[in-house]
């Protein structure tokens, strides 16, 4: 008989500090089960370990946004196919247990069985990039935030003669502006007068430092968001920050996505039935990435004030009984399929520019196709 070599499909269950990797053949039967260290060195080991039982056709591993980040990234530079899978149900979990063997046996599983088709995000391009600027960029202005809130709760407990003093500024940042020219005496910091003198000027030079940080983000961001995506910043009420994380959202291989309304459900814009009886009606959708639905509901709040072709379209369906729920939801539908055009546009022409590279991408209709194609 012909010899078959044998197909292998592969599972991982991702941690800080370690991933569990798990290997099954084409029939599903189990092959082996190891540990590795989440390291270069390991990732080939690996590699090498799962490569080691036949012909390595798919990995499905935990966590690919976050522990698993840079292994996808290494399997993916040597040209195997990698799916993301979510944890095990609680109900296998509590029909099962729960160890790392076991959970990445079953990811293994949820590949073999095509449950598991979900792309990772592609984290090596200019949307990991401005990710990585947008997350900074969010916990400075958390931090500005309560700096500002703290600068006030001091300000109601200060002794009296310092409050008489501030009190001439109705804005908080006014008053952080003249508490940081207080100069308290460091010698007499036990009288609270002059300790709140000097906590005052310390938050309020925390709140200027913040502030210059959060402006030379804003200039980086702007800065690659137009580069990446030119044509998605030039529509209407689309700002640099909605268009940062829209592309965030959506990943730079928005190819992974299988359409416009697959990018409008990752949204939370898609709209679901809600009928019963002789009403027919559909709803918002309360799942998707929510910052991602914050960013379509300020874009279609903009243009209902500022776009006429918007205002009047919102008219004529409160015309047709529409309230203004269900008109917005109906607007963001519609901005989510636009901006998913541009975006696709965009992302399309930036590849164009990247440099070529020679590589291998396996391409099948099946769970485990094996059907290659060279690029």
């Known amino acids: 008989m012909k010899h078959h070599e044998t197909l292998v499909v592969g599972g991982v269950d991702a941690h800080a500090d370690t991933h569990h990797a798990a290997a099954l053949d084409q029939r599903g039967a189990l092959i082996g089960s190891a540990r590795f260290p989440t390291t270069p060195d390991g990732y080939r080991e690996l590699f090498r370990w799962l490569s080691s039982f036949g012909q390595l056709e798919l990995v499905a ?14 399997l993916r530079s040597q040209a195997v196919r990698v799916r993301e899978v979510n944890e095990p149900h609680a109900h296998t979990r509590r029909r099962l247990g729960k160890s790392d063997p076991l959970d990445a046996e079953l990811a293994a599983r949820a590949a073999l069985s095509g449950k598991a088709s979900a792309i990772p995000k592609q984290t090596d391009g200019i949307v990991e990039s401005i990710r990585q600027l ?12 309560a700096a500002l809130a703290q600068l006030q709760d001091l300000l109601v407990t200060a002794p009296e003669p310092l409050r008489a003093q501030l009190s001439g500024h109705k804005t908080t940042r006014g008053m952080a502006s003249r508490c940081r020219r207080l100069r308290p005496a460091l010698r007499e910091l036990e009288r609270p007068a002059h300790s709140a003198r000097f906590a005052l000027r ?19 961001l702007e800065w690659l968001v137009h580069r990446a995506a030119p044509r998605t910043t030039g529509l209407l009420g689309i700002s ?6 829209l592309l965030v959202s959506a990943g730079q291989n928005i190819e992974r996505l299988r359409g416009e309304a697959s990018f409008a459900a990752l949204c939370g814009a898609s ?82 520019h990247q440099p070529a590279r020679s590589t291998t991408i396996y391409c099948g209709a099946g769970p485990i196709g094996i059907t290659r194609c060279r690029t």
Request: overall charge positive; some cysteine; aromatic content about 6%.
């Open 240 to 245: 640099t920050g909605h268009a940062g994380q």
């Open 202 to 220: 310390s938050i309020a030079l925390r709140i200027k430092i913040l502030d210059e940080e959060i402006a030379a983000l804003d200039r980086q």
């Open 271 to 352: 709209p679901l039935p809600a009928s019963s009886g002789k009403t027919t009606r559909h709803r918002l959708n309360y799942g998707g990435d929510r910052d991602a639905n914050r960013a379509l509901h300020l874009i279609a709040v903009c243009r209902l004030r500022y776009c006429p072709r918007t205002r009047a379209y919102a008219r004529r369906r409160a015309t047709e009984g529409k309230g203004k729920a269900e008109i917005l939801r109906c607007l963001k539908r519609y901005i989510a399929r636009e901006t998913y055009r541009t975006l696709s546009a965009d992302l399309t022409d930036l590849d164009r």
């Open 134 to 145: 947008r997350v900074a960029r969010q916990s400075a202005v958390k931090a500005r935030s």
């Open 61 to 74: 591993v935990e966590s690919t946004g976050s522990y698993a980040a840079g292994l996808v990234r290494y």
